[in-house]
């Protein structure tokens, strides 16, 4: 994204959501699997506070 030097949370986990088909989960840096990994957990229904826009 251009023009943008911070991405939120839920908008990080939306664009790799959208995006998904385009990943090569086989050649996943071990530090992006666990970014991964860490947002869908963080941000899961469960965790989220009511009222909040989960953005996907």
Do not use: C
Not at 5 to 11: F, Y
Not at 34 to 41: E, G, W
Request: aromatic residues 6%; proline residues 7%; without cysteine.
């Amino acid at each position: 994204m251009h023009g943008i030097d911070e991405l939120t949370p839920v908008e990080a986990l939306s664009i790799y959501e959208r995006n998904w088909r385009h990943v090569d989960v086989q050649n996943l840096d071990p530090r992006e699997r666990d970014l991964i990994d860490s947002l869908r957990l963080g941000l899961s229904e469960e965790n989220r506070k009511p009222g909040t826009d989960p953005g996907f």
